[in-house]
């Protein structure tokens, strides 16, 4: 590998490069428009160096090349890159096994093959589990890592360095030239997360198979699911089926709702697992409960005549209906001194945990404003057990440091709260409970804030502010509360409640193009974080995000290449 290239941490007119290597690349701009000083990669890789001299072609004659002893999951991710190049290319791509120890006579590497080559490495392995290395010349583009987790993370390093065009669904003419180059790249943090309040409004597997295909582009590594709340219930139960007969029936606004079976959510966690996400549900409690207290009456043994909370305290336009379909939060509350609360729990908490196979379970924790502070505490500890019991490590919101938490578990920042103030000082309850903290501050991550008044109209709250893609973008996870440092931060999460968002191009809207920059907090290193680099590779997302289908934001504060 040659290392006359130049470092991308110089300002290098990249294309210029490209361009005098006779590569014709797809990152075509107006006149005038700003381009990015190097391949316009999202995350940024810890380091890439653009070397001279001609990029890689792929070609119709092309193969995806893994080692012939590879093991499977190596080989699945060589057909999950077939998979996403075929439509736009029209190439065939075959995942082809070959001896990739094969030197010539004078132990120089085959050159022979215009391959792309997916290859285990146990030196690539001191760049963790998610790290890699990616090489590309004219003769094959070459991906190494420690696991297949690693080269599934390369691979969409590789999609963003090929012409937006390959995110076509039908065939398109090329060239398809990918830049010569070497990188390295491993994540800041371990947690980079997105998370779906599906129960405000339900989305269909189809929708949510969706969002996860966006998140796998950007390197997300965690998908946390909101599965219950006031306004609806969404996973099966199979011991207590009316949490989804009657609490799955209605959403905001009085929609038909819905719900994911077992089997849905089992297909959910599995199509994240082949993407190498892992699925953290929540079932929030002890508060956003009320769809669970409509569904079973003997829940409310603590309330006048048995009634569910929304007919007491959610506001007296309540108090005869059914359901609750509006948006306010902090009236309900499960009856934590009534020992079937805790049979309903145990239930409830065993059933998904047997079906989730990561290692985390959201208990939610936030806002249960009607239950008392040693009612909360005591709830929760038992919480903890039951978790424990299940063989999960307890995740909950910030609140949950309140309760006598295990060491290990986790805590969600997600208040507005930063220096000494009650929402960050519960981040450093957690802390000096041994917790963990995955940082959401709602005023900088929450997706469902509106970008800027009224903006877009009918989508979006502002309870936390507005949030615009800069603001979104340019804070540090490990400096945002004082005493809480990458020492204790696990990594960073991305809320999307959906009280206003009611299907998944709605959640596009707002998503992105923010979601990007949350993807790059996540894991590329602050010092080389700078949004006005950072904003010229994002309008180069803008593109592919077109041929997606995907209906982003086309902010003002970004550049787009056809003016926005
Ligand atoms: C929250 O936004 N209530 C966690």
Redesign the pocket.
């Known amino acids: 590998m040659s290392s006359t290239g130049t470092s991308i941490r110089m300002p290098t007119p990249w294309l210029a490069v490209a361009l005098a290597a006779a590569t014709v690349l797809a990152l075509v701009a107006p006149a005038g428009a700003q381009e990015p000083a190097e391949p316009p990669i999202i995350p940024r890789p810890v380091s890439l160096e653009l070397l001279p001299g001609e990029g890689f072609q792929l070609t119709r004659t092309t193969r995806i090349v893994v080692d012939v002893r590879a093991p499977d999951d190596v080989v699945d991710v060589a057909r999950h890159l077939r998979d996403l190049l075929r439509p736009a290319t029209g190439f065939a791509l075959p995942v082809t096994r070959r001896s990739l120890a094969w030197e010539d006579e004078h132990g120089r590497p085959d050159t022979r093959h215009n391959q792309i080559v997916f290859a285990l490495d146990g030196d690539a392995g001191s760049l963790g589990r998610e790290g890699y290395t990616l090489d590309s010349s004219p003769h094959e583009v070459r991906i190494e890592a420690g696991t297949a987790e690693g080269l599934f993370r390369g691979l969409q390093t590789l999609r963003q360095l090929l012409p937006p065009e390959i995110e076509a669904a039908t065939p398109q003419d090329g060239p398809w030239t990918v830049p010569a180059v070497s990188i390295v790249d491993y994540p800041r943090y371990e947690w980079r997360g997105a998370h779906l309040d599906v129960a405000r409004h339900f989305l269909t597997v189809e929708e949510v198979k969706r969002y996860i295909d966006l998140l796998a582009q950007y390197k997300f590594n965690r998908f946390h699911l909101h599965l219950s709340d006031d306004q609806g219930w969404r996973i099966e139960i199979t011991s207590w089926p009316n949490l989804t007969a009657i609490g799955g029936s209605t959403e905001v606004g009085g929609g038909p709702g819905g719900y994911f079976t077992q089997e849905d959510y089992v297909e959910l966690v599995e199509y994240a697992a082949e993407r190498y996400i892992t699925v953290v549900p929540e079932i929030d409690t002890p508060g956003h409960t009320n769809a669970a207290e409509v569904s079973y009456p003997e829940l409310n043994s603590c309330r006048p005549d048995n009634l569910p909370s929304h007919r007491l305290y959610a506001g007296s336009q309540w108090a005869n209906q059914p359901f609750y379909t509006g948006t306010g939060?902090g009236f309900s509350s499960l009856c934590v001194h009534d020992p079937v609360t805790y049979e309903f729990m145990e239930d409830v908490i065993s059933e998904i945990a047997a079906i989730t196979p990561g290692p985390y379970f959201h208990i939610g924790g936030?806002?249960a404003y009607q239950t008392p502070e040693a009612d909360y505490v005591m709830f929760m500890d038992r919480m903890r057990d039951i978790i424990a019991a299940n063989g999960k490590t307890m995740m909950g919101?910030a609140e949950v440091a309140r309760a006598n938490t295990l060491p290990g578990s986790i805590a969600q920042h997600?208040s507005t709260a930063t220096g000494g103030q009650a929402g960050g000082n519960l981040a450093r309850t957690a802390v000096a409970k041994g917790m963990k903290v995955v940082m959401s501050p709602?005023n900088r991550v929450?997706m469902d804030m509106k970008y800027a008044p009224g903006v877009p109209p009918n989508l979006g709250l502002t309870w936390a502010g507005t949030v615009s893609v800069m603001r979104s973008y340019t804070w540090d996870p490990g400096a945002h509360i004082d005493g809480v440092t990458d020492e204790h931060v696990l990594g960073v999460e991305a809320?999307l409640?959906t009280e206003t968002i009611a299907n998944i191009d709605h959640a596009e809207t707002m998503a992105y193009p923010r979601l990007a920059g949350v993807a790059e907090i996540g894991w590329t290193p602050q010092a080389d974080r700078d949004w006005e680099e950072y904003r010229l590779r994002l309008a180069a997302q803008g593109p592919r995000w077109d041929l997606m289908g995907v209906d982003y934001y086309r902010a003002p504060d970004v550049p787009w290449p056809d003016g926005g």
Do not use: H, K, L, T
């Open positions: 939060v936030d806002e919101w997600w709602a929450y809320p409640w």
